[in-house]
T-cell receptor, first 115, second 115 residues
């Protein structure tokens, strides 16, 4: 089955700790994205990557970091610098990031709670 | 900055009622437009998309949307809703910016259909 997997589904973190959210896709897509979903605010773009070893900040990148060492993987680290990290995090991918013509495919999400 | 507005945050309809959800965007250049849907407990998925050509776009499950360039709008419609249409609906605008695909989502509209 082709798709996007995110793990874990639920994650709890103590204040001051960094935590890494996993995102893997087997769709052979070039572009990958991380969004944060909060009630009443829709999806806000954190980071995106068009190709391996390249990524760009989205609208709310502060307190987050990413890497793109492999085409199929785009992990997101929520650092202790992120002031309000409790949220639902969605990973997505699309066939190619260069053109403007591609829909995004989404993973099931990870719900992060900071205690 | 590019923005997407969905004015209806929560809509409640009876089955068989007609639906129209508003979506307006601020960007004046060439854009691609999408509606995504998130059914309870499921992944976010594409409902329909507009790239070019006929401004009336048909999607899955009887949904359609009309692109009106002069009004910067891409409203979603369905003549007769069903209980199974209960979900959250997101409008999204995709713009090629400096060779990168930049997607902006609206804040979402929760639709509740009462049997």
């Amino acid at each position: 089955d082709g798709g996007i997997t995110q793990s874990p589904k639920y994650l709890f973190r103590k204040e001051g700790q960094n935590v890494t959210l996993s995102c893997e896709q087997n769709l052979n897509h070039d572009a990958m994205y991380w969004y944060r979903q909060d009630p009443g605010q829709g999806l806000r773009l954190i980071y995106y990557s068009q190709i391996v070893n390249d990524f760009q900040k989205g609208d709310i990148a502060e307190g987050y970091s990413v890497s793109r060492e492999k085409k199929e993987s785009f992990p997101l680290t929520v650092t202790s610098a992120q002031k309000n990290p409790t949220a639902f995090y969605l990973c997505a991918s699309s066939i190619e990031g260069g053109g403007s013509y591609n829909e995004q495919f989404f993973g099931p999400g990870t719900r992060l709670t900071v205690l | 900055a590019q923005s997407v507005s969905q004015h209806n945050h929560h809509v409640i309809l009876s089955e068989a009622a007609s639906l129209e959800l508003g979506c307006n965007y601020s960007y004046g250049g060439t854009v691609n437009l999408f509606w995504y849907v998130q059914y309870p407990g499921q992944h976010l998925q594409l409902l329909l998309k507009y790239f070019s050509g006929d401004p009336l776009v048909k999607g899955i499950k009887g949904f359609e949307a009309e692109f009106i360039k002069s009004k910067f709008s891409f409203n979603l419609r369905k003549p007769s809703v069903q209980w199974s249409d209960t979900a959250e609906y997101f409008c999204a605008v995709n713009k090629n910016s400096g060779g990168y695909q930049k997607v902006t989502f609206g804040t979402g509209t929760k639709l509740q259909v009462i049997p």
